[in-house]
């Protein structure tokens, strides 16, 4: 919880600065060509970053926003190319050696993408803002950011049983947000001095994140119960089929079979692939925190810091629900219907969904600071829905299969994220064309994806057997032990 708390901490104590710093370069260098007397200092003066080059109420120019909001839809794209290509690797391979290495190398990159994103900003005269791109490479190390946060589910699927799963891993992303909930502001106070101060402060974050994980024992063997289908069970696979093909087999044979048998998730139950596609929404909303600045301060006049404050209330309320509120419903229900986990993560799932689309259009549709304030709050209510999915999903695989199945959602996060965020960038170009409400198009969109999303969900069934009360004595309510 801790790593994940401060992984999350530096993210977000750098995220607004960051992109003042973005807007700051870009800014600068507009009105160089555009308008000079708008700049205060000229290159020899001003700092690092062109900070304080030109007064940032004049950086809300719809050309600057354009390219700010290009900047990042096409550093988004770029970053799911390395890890469309090895969230899968990555997944088979911590069934096999261990979560471990892979969680660290994620968090060395994460170190290694921040220094590098400081140093094109720091030199910025020498270097085309578009520089920032190659940091995209440095995903080769551990996948991305999406290939993170599978492992750090399927360690938590590691150490605990399946009645706690879903409390679980609403606690981690609990941690996640409260990291979102107290650094935004901060990063706002201390943008108000210099926007780097939070921005080189999330680096030191993220290193010593990565010391801390040197404490973190492997997960892969911790527990060893043989059960069908708790996931309680973790024996590593020492094929990626279950039984061997004679060697008279021709070897692409034997490995194409290896390959279904590998990926037969998929195709033995239908419910897998089907409840995995929602999160490509999900992934969609965990990226439009710059874009919901941006939106936020152009269309309401705020300043990038005034912003920040405003989307901590959003971050806040997640904070609550995650940590109160569902996890006293997923209590309640429980009770008062007699319902299992399985089933109560589903219901509670659809639920949550239709809360997120409710909230994200209401946010396209907000007329005016304090509604775009509530709408977000609405939003935040349901943002449990893709962790319940998640926790249902791991009930519904052989234990050994759950970093598989996280390694499909990882790659379906990352095509999302590949063309969902050019796709947003572009409807938010368009909007700011059109003007008006239109500025609100890129969250309309999310919303009715959501609608669809949330649809699909009340597709998926139960099937006879499942979601039924664990009667009191079960295994399930006792740990495994190590033997």
Known sequence: MLVVFLNSSGEQIMETPQT????????YRYYEKADPSKIRLGRDAVGPGAIAGVDEVFCKADEVQDELAMLNGILQLLDGVPSLALAVPFGWAADRFGRWPFVFMNLIQYALRAAWTQFVTWHWQAFDIR???FVSAMNILGGGSQTASALFFVVASDITLEVDRAATFLRIGAASLTGSFIMPPLAAWLMQRNPWIPSLCGTAFMIVTALLWL??????????????????????????????LPITVKYDARWTHKLKSAMSFLIDDWRVPA????FIAHILVGTMGRLLLQYTSKRYGLTLSASTLLITIRNGVTVLLL?????????????MYHLGEQKKDLYLARASQIVVAVGWLGVAAS???????????????????????????????????VAKVYSIIVMTDTLGTMFGAPLIAGLFKQGLAWGGR??????????????????????????????????????????????
């Open 20 to 27: 003042r710093i973005y807007e700051s370069v870009i800014c």
């Open 367 to 401: 007329p005016n600071v304090p509604t775009v304030a509530i709408s977000l709050a609405i939003a935040s209510l349901g943002s449990g829905s893709m962790l319940l999915v998640r926790s249902f999903l791991a009930s519904l695989v052989p234990a050994h299969q």
């Open 215 to 244: 404490c973190v024992p492997e997960t892969l063997v911790y527990l060893k119960c043989d059960a069908k289908t708790s996931t309680n069970t973790m024996v590593a696979p020492l094929d990626l089929a279950p039984t061997q």
């Open 323 to 335: 940590f109160v509120i569902l996890p006293y419903l997923s209590t309640a229900v429980m009770r």
């Open 275 to 278: 409840l995995i596609t929602p």
């Open 131 to 133: 520089i920032v791109w």
């Open 438 to 483: 239109w500025i609100g198009l890129p969250f309309g969109f999310i919303g009715f994806l959501s609608t669809f999303f949330a649809g699909l969900l009340f597709v998926v069934k139960l099937r006879q057997g499942e979601g039924e009360e664990n009667p009191p004595g079960t295994d399930d309510e006792y740990p495994c032990q190590d033997p």
